[in-house]
């Protein structure tokens, strides 16, 4: 399986950023996939993360500002109302597969 993250960039506070994963190979066996993001000098932590049967987790960071959603081999990020702390590499994950990362700069 191979991850390819893109739509990272910079933006300014308050902006938004649409984030993909395209998912490429045999994706038989995956039923979960999910964001991480890393910041400086922080540990990875969990943005979104959903299941095939449905459910959803947000990190407490950025519920009800960022949106995960998946269709057919894309996995999408959509991120509103964003802010300084949200700056970070953003990877996408499917179980023990990782994608390169793609940078987020929320700056004015």
């Known amino acids: 399986v191979q991850l390819q993250a893109s739509g990272g960039g910079l933006v300014q506070p308050g902006g938004s950023l649409r984030l993909s994963c395209a998912v490429r190979?045999?994706?038989?066996?995956?039923?979960?996939m999910a964001w991480y993001r890393q910041a400086p000098g922080k540990e990875r932590e969990l943005v979104a993360r959903?299941?095939?049967?449905?459910e959803i987790v947000y990190g407490d960071s950025v519920k009800g500002r960022f949106t995960v959603s998946k269709d057919a081999n894309m996995m999408y990020l959509q991120m509103n109302n964003l802010k300084p702390e949200d700056t970070a590499v953003y990877y996408c994950?499917?179980?023990?597969?990782w994608g390169q990362g793609t940078q987020v700069t929320v700056s004015s």
């Open positions: 994950n499917a179980q023990r597969f």
């Open positions: 190979g045999t994706t038989f066996s995956i039923n979960v």
């Open positions: 959903f299941t095939w049967s449905g």
